[in-house]
């Protein structure tokens, strides 16, 4: 395709009319550098989408008239720099396109009070506003299936998260982790502005919110107060540092996970902004749901694609169903299976397929504990309290330092309460009987008639959800996705979706 610079909005209509493709959609002010070239790349190389930057300068986003009239201006090199990594078209309006005189229809916005009242919008009244208005243009006229943001602004992508949320625009939002200069700083379009000793004390800024950081991971506590006191000792002016829920914007709270240390200094003339997360644990996911709604297929994807530890806790049941079968061990003498229990070894192992193996005292059981009379007793076995204690204890152990998506039936509800996604994935009897008697690795259920077997999920549904202790149920939090007609894959990208929206892109790579 032909790069392509378009001025006017009934070009871009015509445009996208005459367009065989989707369109991923990066929102600039101009005057690009690294960080801007990052999000180009990243939408050039996610997808096959058409990729337009638009360069704007949108007026009501300043609350001041001479930074507007100083906001640095470099078109030329911004249409060489946005061409050279991916850009299929740029769109560069004026005011009277975006903004035309007298014309009713133009919807003036407003952001929401509990994210915009906080942070930059302290001291930047209608500044948020502003944003909303033209990005909200800007969807309407583009209509992009992804717009691409960098999370340097974390308020402003919470906010246009809303805004796409609340008008119900169908754009997928992607986001960038924040990206830094050689001196640490966060890549911004006022950097130019920096006299050599400012850009000097915005690295110290930036370098000390990089060490508390540093001392969180460690400590899982900070100080305010410390990190201030070393600022103002620089003659560095503060206008705010706060330490916050990372979603809502709130004061941060003991049992967060993951929180947010954000703070907004002026050098000279020139007003700038830096933000951590602090995190105490890497993020964990939570997979639910009945026998055959394709949870263990999923989790293992999700692991693979993220990078995380994949938890088959359902297997830990199995296997340990298998040893008591195998051994003759009467589990009903309470006693004496505690004392089993404690000698117990699970282990999980990749294998040259790069698959994992189940281990229990040193007994390859991977294929064993898929047969139809493991499945018979393997609810019988979990809902014994002993049992129950004892594996649940084990996965917490493999949990504590986070990063892993586990499965099973009380992962979100007992084992990972505090899991920052929870999913409980489910599908209908006649979808689960159709899986399992698919299901290649199952020799048992591919011998069993299709009626048998929707009985005998049935039934494990039943044993599952009636059981006194650590029954199946939805978790309050958990997102419920019913995999009916959809593909494992399609089920994989939607839950990574709502992963890559709640967790910010930074802690993902910690």
């Known amino acids: 395709m032909k790069q392509l610079i378009i001025r006017k909005t009934e070009e871009i209509e015509n445009w996208r009319r005459n367009i065989n493709s989707e369109i991923n959609f ?20 996610d997808n096959s989408n058409l990729n337009l930057v638009s360069i704007f300068i949108n007026p009501l986003q300043f609350d001041n008239k001479l930074d507007l009239e100083n906001y640095p201006k470099t078109i030329d090199n911004d249409i060489k720099i946005s061409f050279s990594n991916g850009a299929d078209a740029i769109f560069i309006p004026s005011n009277e396109d975006i903004y035309p005189p007298n014309n009713k229809n133009i919807k003036f916005l407003q952001a929401p009070i509990e994210l915009s009242s906080a942070l930059c919008g302290l001291n930047r009244i209608g500044h948020f506003d502003g944003v909303c208005t033209v990005v909200y243009r800007l969807l309407n006229l583009i209509k992009p299936k992804n ?4 999370e340097k602004d974390w308020q402003q992508l919470l906010i246009l998260k809303n805004l796409i949320s609340t008008e119900k625009l169908n754009v997928a939002v992607k986001s960038i982790p924040t990206q830094r200069d050689f001196d640490g700083i966060p890549l911004s379009s006022r950097n130019v502005n920096l006299s050599k000793n400012e850009r000097k004390l915005i690295s110290f800024f930036s370098s000390e919110l990089l060490e508390a950081k540093r001392i969180f991971q460690q400590e899982k506590k900070i100080s305010l107060r410390a990190i201030i006191k070393k600022l103002s000792a620089k003659k560095i002016s503060i ?19 993951i929180s947010l240390l ?71 003498t309470e006693k004496k299976f505690q004392n089993i229990l404690q000698n117990i070894s699970i282990v999980f192992k990749s294998n040259k397929n790069l698959h994992q193996d189940v281990f229990i005292n040193d007994y390859c059981v991977t294929k064993e504990i898929r047969s139809q009379e493991i499945s018979s ?9 002993e049992v129950r204690k004892f594996l649940v204890k084990e996965q917490r152990k493999i949990g504590e330092s986070g990063g892993l998506v586990a499965e099973g039936r009380d992962i979100g509800t007992t084992v990972f309460p505090n899991a920052e996604l929870k999913i409980f994935l489910t599908a209908s009897i006649d979808e689960r009987a159709k899986r399992r008697k698919s299901d290649k690795n199952s020799k048992d259920s591919q011998e069993i008639d299709i009626h048998t077997l929707k009985e005998l999920i049935k039934k494990r549904d039943f044993e599952d959800s009636n059981r006194v202790i650590s029954p199946l149920i939805k978790a309050n939090d958990a997102i419920e996705i019913i995999t009916d007609g959809y593909s494992i894959n399609e089920v994989v990208d939607k839950i990574i979706d709502i992963y890559n929206d709640k967790i910010p892109k930074e802690t993902q790579n910690q």
């Open 147 to 150: 717009l691409y943001l960098g």
């Open 26 to 45: 990066i929102p600039t002010m101009g005057n690009l550098h690294n960080g801007h070239i990052k999000l180009i790349s990243t939408a050039k190389n």
């Open 239 to 257: 206008e705010y540092l706060e330490h916050l829920h990372p979603h809502t914007l709130q004061k941060a709270r003991i049992e967060d996970n």
């Open 377 to 385: 007793i393997v609810s019988k076995i979990s809902s014994i309290k």
């Open 262 to 332: 954000a703070g907004a200094i002026r050098c000279g003339e020139t007003r700038l902004i830096d933000h951590v997360f602090l995190m105490k644990r890497r993020p964990i996911i939570a997979i639910d749901g009945p026998a055959g709604s394709g949870k263990s297929t999923v989790t293992k994807l999700i692991a693979k694609k993220l990078k995380l530890l994949y938890l088959d806790t359902g297997a830990m049941y199995r296997a340990l169903s298998w040893l008591l079968i195998e051994k003759n061990i009467d589990y009903k």
